[in-house]
């Protein structure tokens, strides 16, 4: 009697276990927004990821914590903000803790498989993976090197097929009786925006529309804004970012310093293909050579053109994600997340990179599908953190988070879309006056107001978002806003407490 009692409570515990959800969590890097049709994207169509958005809910108030790729992934894993997991910026030696807290150690010790491929980018080896085969550093985008706990290993072909292909076969041969958390991280679209060999003529014939604040003169603002290094018209280089080869007569000595390390990867064949796509519009460009702003337009516009290529591969290779889930009947009970590590500039305030606390890098798309627990088609507007990813995944899967987690789980809002989320959003970026010349400072913004504190520099600027979505004018010395620049003040000091932040640095 006693035996067959175990047997059942066996047989139980098993049956409760393998119905806790899969997670797939499909990772970019520099995705803004801005290019994601379930986002209102002007620019290009993304069906894939609008799939998900369709089945399940978008958020469209959903933010990074520091805008820059490692620090952002060390919030994922941890749900703490940067001063706590201690991944402050991709400068310097900093390598992430692998000791501490991550959701997906804590997902394997509850009986989860677990596997991370692609982009890593923490330098110190992963952590709390049954499973992880990562790029380097940042990776390659062609016939790209992967490295596993055996070594490094090349694969001919594209960096996101692979990424996907890896993640597929990863799929196939796991241990079908448990539950699993698959990390699909791409490269793309980060820098230096090389399409797949298939992509390279899409858009060839069409102009892409250019952001309101193109040609941004930064008046009204810190004067901060000034000194920046990221911008479309003068830091861009010819070979490294624009896929000019031949030598620009016009081009400055800074622009013609780094050449496309991309190009040197690929086998004759392949570059034959590129050769054959780009030479003949570089002839046509260094033959009408533009000045001014045609010359930042031009620029513009071959940006734009290579990362939506780049973005057409994620979308492709979701896809494929998506059919596996589907022809294997996992769909129903898995939980698809489609994020991106922070946003990006795409020509908005004349701009490429992230960084600032401004809209455009500091949105993260995030976008999930969860059949029967999440509204097919739902749009919120709550207020959501990357640090909230660990606690929500946790929740899903039945397990508790420790109390060091500082985000909160996402799981009241998908019970009630009406249910109340967070005030007011912490943000904080450390590196000071690297590369592109982006001060450290840090922020709070709710649902209407943003306020920045560049702390080493300028001190605050107020932005009302609703009358001024593309943050154009700071309202901190406007009379008017005087009692909201207050409000906003004690809303930071309140998050700075909360999150245990030590005092500033200057
Ligand atoms: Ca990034």
Redesign the pocket.
């Known amino acids: 009697m006693l035996y067959k009692c175990i047997v059942i409570l066996f047989i139980s515990l098993t049956v409760l276990a393998d119905n806790r959800p899969n997670i797939v969590f499909i990772f970019t890097?520099?995705h803004a927004v801005q290019s994601i049709g379930a986002y209102g994207s002007k620019i290009n169509k993304t069906p894939n990821i609008d799939r998900i958005a369709d089945e399940g809910a978008v958020f469209l108030n959903s933010f990074c914590a520091n805008s820059?790729?490692g620090p952002?992934r060390a919030c994922v894993l941890t749900g703490k903000h940067s001063h706590k997991n201690g991944f402050y910026t991709n400068a310097g030696g900093t390598r992430f803790d692998g000791s501490q807290f991550t959701f997906p150690k804590v997902m394997r010790k509850n009986g989860y498989q677990t596997a991370m491929i692609g982009k890593w980018h923490l330098k110190s080896t992963p952590t709390g993976f049954d499973y992880w085969n990562i790029l380097p550093g940042q990776g390659s985008y062609y016939n790209p090197d992967f490295i596993t706990e055996k070594g490094k290993k090349r694969y001919q072909g594209y960096a996101t097929t692979v990424t996907t292909d890896i993640s597929l076969d990863w799929l196939e041969s796991r241990d079908k009786n448990k539950p699993f958390l698959l990390m699909c991280q791409h490269k793309a679209p980060?820098r230096t925006w090389a399409p797949d060999l298939k992509h390279l003529t899409k858009y060839e014939d069409v102009e892409i529309p250019e952001p309101a604040t193109l040609f941004d003169n930064y008046e009204n603002r810190s004067p901060t804004l000034t000194k920046n290094h990221m911008s479309i018209d003068k830091h861009f280089y010819y070979s490294y970012d624009l896929k000019v080869h031949q030598q620009v007569p016009f081009a400055s000595e800074r622009e013609k310093r780094l050449k496309d390390g991309e190009y040197r990867r690929m086998t004759p064949e392949q570059k034959k293909i590129w050769d054959a796509a780009y030479k003949k519009r570089n002839d046509a460009f260094l033959k009408a050579a533009p000045t001014g702003k045609d010359l930042v337009r031009w620029k513009y516009q071959r940006y734009i053109k290579n990362y939506l290529r780049c973005i057409d591969s994620v979308d492709e290779n979701i896809g494929r994600l998506l059919d596996y889930l589907d022809k294997n009947n996992l769909s129903q009970n898995t939980i698809v997340v489609y994020s991106s590590?922070?946003g990006f500039y795409l020509g908005e305030h004349g701009w490429y990179d992230?960084r600032w606390m401004f809209e455009e890098s500091l949105k993260m798309p995030f976008v999930i599908r969860w059949p029967g627990k999440i509204k097919a088609g739902s749009r919120y507007q709550q207020l959501i953190q990357n640090i909230d990813y660990a606690p929500t995944f946790l929740q899903a899967a039945g397990i508790m988070a420790p109390e060091e987690v500082q985000g909160q789980s996402m799981l009241p809002l998908f019970k009630d879309q009406q249910a109340s989320g967070r005030d007011a959003i912490y943000y904080h970026y450390y590196e000071h006056m690297t590369e592109h010349k982006v001060p450290r400072h840090e922020g709070v913004r709710d649902g209407r107001y943003k306020l920045i504190n560049f702390y080493s520099n300028d001190g605050y600027n107020l932005f009302d978002l609703k009358k001024d979505p593309n943050e154009m004018t700071d309202l901190s010395k406007n009379p008017e806003y005087q009692g909201i620049l207050e409000v906003m003040k004690g809303k930071l000091s309140k998050l700075r407490q909360k999150y245990d932040l030590p005092e500033l640095k200057k």
Do not use: E, G
């Open positions: 890097d520099d820059i790729c952002s980060h590590d922070q992230k």
